[in-house]
């Protein structure tokens, strides 16, 4: 009975020998090189531009990326050319999308940072329609309700409100600004701790839910509260930045001069 075996496993190699010989080798894989791209385009400031990066958040350590100066492998420095206004951040993934970080600096010496934000609903939606299939944006009802849930909802943080809100009658995403001013444990003496977040809601069944545990950190600070650094914008038209296609490049209109109390140190609304 052994014998039998043996016979009958060498008749098996012996076959499947014989099949992988009748098969050609296949062809060798094309050697590929890492694929790269860029976003360029034009900024438009009357400040002078000292910084510009691209920051892919989905890797990048937020804490290191909250910092005055931040440094972050997924962090992406980028160019300025004061002479053309145009600016050039090289060697980024052409399947992501970026949020960029500009730092401005006035006639005045004020230094403003610019942080972009991206607005998009955290998952494909629908947008919201009415009867007759026209778009269904947000009621004022709606982002009255969004803004107090904000405000009213109790927490760690003793300061919270809304910086920048997106929404239909469905979807709304919000930029949400916190900060713990009071006292709390292992507290050093006068810090203060900061965060801003992307908040998703879901209007179901005539009222609005938030979505649990899709919450995203932008930025995480703890620090004295003169430490906290001044002039910090959040701007939607910054966020998102997909590379450049087809080398189209984008055009950046930077504000005028910062929106008042958005995170000036000290002055925490």
């Known amino acids: 009975m052994h014998r039998i075996y043996v016979l009958l496993f060498a008749l098996f190699i012996l076959s499947a020998w014989q099949l992988l010989s009748a098969v050609p080798p296949a062809a060798s894989a094309p050697a590929t090189q890492a694929v790269s791209t860029s976003i360029t385009g034009t900024l438009v400031t009357k400040d002078t531009v000292t910084r510009i990066v691209a920051i892919d958040r989905a890797f990048a350590n937020v804490l290191k990326t909250s910092e005055k100066n931040p440094k972050d492998t997924f962090l992406y420095e980028g160019v300025f050319d004061a ?3 145009t600016f050039a951040i090289k060697n980024l993934l052409p399947t992501r999308s970026y949020d960029l970080v500009i730092w401005t600096e006035n006639a005045a010496h004020e230094k403003v940072r610019w942080e972009g934000a991206s607005m998009d609903y955290h998952r494909v939606i629908l947008p919201a329609t009415n009867p007759d ?3 269904a944006g947000a009621t ?4 009255a309700w969004l803004e107090n849930f904000v405000k009213e909802m109790p927490a760690f943080y003793d300061k919270a409100r809304v910086l920048h809100m997106a929404a239909d009658h469905k979807h709304a995403t919000l930029l949400v600004e916190l900060a713990r001013t009071r006292e709390f444990h292992s507290d050093k003496g006068g810090e203060i701790i900061y965060r801003v977040e992307l908040w998703y809601f879901e209007n179901l069944f005539g009222g609005w839910a938030k979505d649990k545990n899709t919450e995203k950190v932008l930025a995480r600070v703890r620090t004295a509260a003169e430490g906290l650094e001044k002039n ?3 701007l939607p038209a910054l966020g998102g930045v997909a590379p450049n296609v087809a080398d ?3 055009v950046i209109t930077l504000p005028e001069k910062p929106t008042e109390r958005n ?3 000290g002055k925490v609304p």
């Open 133 to 135: 299939n026209t778009p």
């Open 140 to 143: 004022e009802e709606d982002r």
């Open 263 to 265: 995170g000036l140190a």
């Open 232 to 234: 910090w914008q959040f």
């Open 248 to 250: 189209k490049p984008v």
């Open 83 to 85: 002479k053309t206004q």
